[in-house]
């Protein structure tokens, strides 16, 4: 999954999360500094392949950086604060 700074879209989504699951909270601390009204948009990606590394952002980046085939980009979520 990636997602940016509230109002940021699609080329400018540099956070990354990764799971395993068919659903996905995004922890408090991870969160982006946000104000009442603010929109953070997120994008998901699935890969046959399993991420690697010791926390969720590497085990994503490891995914994004390789030599994977992922499926198509979901549709944009977003989440309004």
């Not at 085939?69 to 979901?74: E, I, V």
């Amino acid at each position: 999954m990636h997602y940016g700074n509230p109002g940021q879209t699609t080329g400018d989504a540099k956070f990354m999360e990764y799971t395993t699951d068919t659903s996905y909270t995004l922890s408090a601390d991870k969160v982006p500094a946000h104000k009442a009204g603010d929109k953070i948009y997120f994008y998901v990606q699935a890969f046959d392949d399993l991420g690697q590394g010791d926390t969720t952002e590497a085990q994503a980046q490891y995914l994004n950086a390789g030599e994977f085939l992922g499926s198509d980009w979901s549709k944009v979520a977003s989440a309004t604060f």
